[in-house]
């Protein structure tokens, strides 16, 4: 069982910057790669970038690659997505997802890998 709880969701201006959390309960000590994945109204739910258990890799989608940030907090049991220069289509409700079991390096990319997520929080990002 992993349980997982974003925060940090919020209105912010186009150009600024926003952090969002993901707190990670791995009671069974499954060693999770950690997922972040958005949804906006109307669209699937996309991959946005991922990074291994270890920490030591790290995967993003096109769209935000340079921009955002995925970084672990091993003393907090955090995951943390940072987001520069938002644009307008950022805007969606993101996810924390985790995939237990994982590779030391491994960073997962598709939905259907992920077995555990998060309630999402809202990212809306105006011009």
């Known amino acids: 069982q992993v349980e997982l709880a974003e925060s940090g969701g919020g209105l912010v201006l186009a150009g600024g910057s926003l952090r969002l959390s993901c707190a990670v309960s791995?009671?069974?000590?499954?060693?999770?790669?950690i997922g972040w994945f958005r949804q906006a109204p109307g669209k699937e739910r996309e991959f946005v970038g991922a990074i291994s258990w270890s920490g030591g890799a790290t995967s993003y989608v096109e769209s935000v690659r340079g921009r955002f940030t995925i970084s672990r907090d091993n003393a907090k049991n955090t995951v943390y997505l940072q987001m520069n220069g938002l644009k307008a289509e950022d805007t969606a409700v993101y996810y924390c997802?985790?995939?237990?079991?994982?590779?030391?390096?491994?960073?997962?990319?598709?939905?259907?890998?992920?077995?555990?997520w998060g309630q999402g929080t809202q990212v809306t990002v105006t011009s």
């Open positions: 791995d009671r069974h000590f499954s060693n999770s790669a």
């Open positions: 997802a985790a995939k237990p079991y994982s590779g030391y390096y491994y960073v997962p990319q598709r939905r259907s890998e992920y077995g555990y």
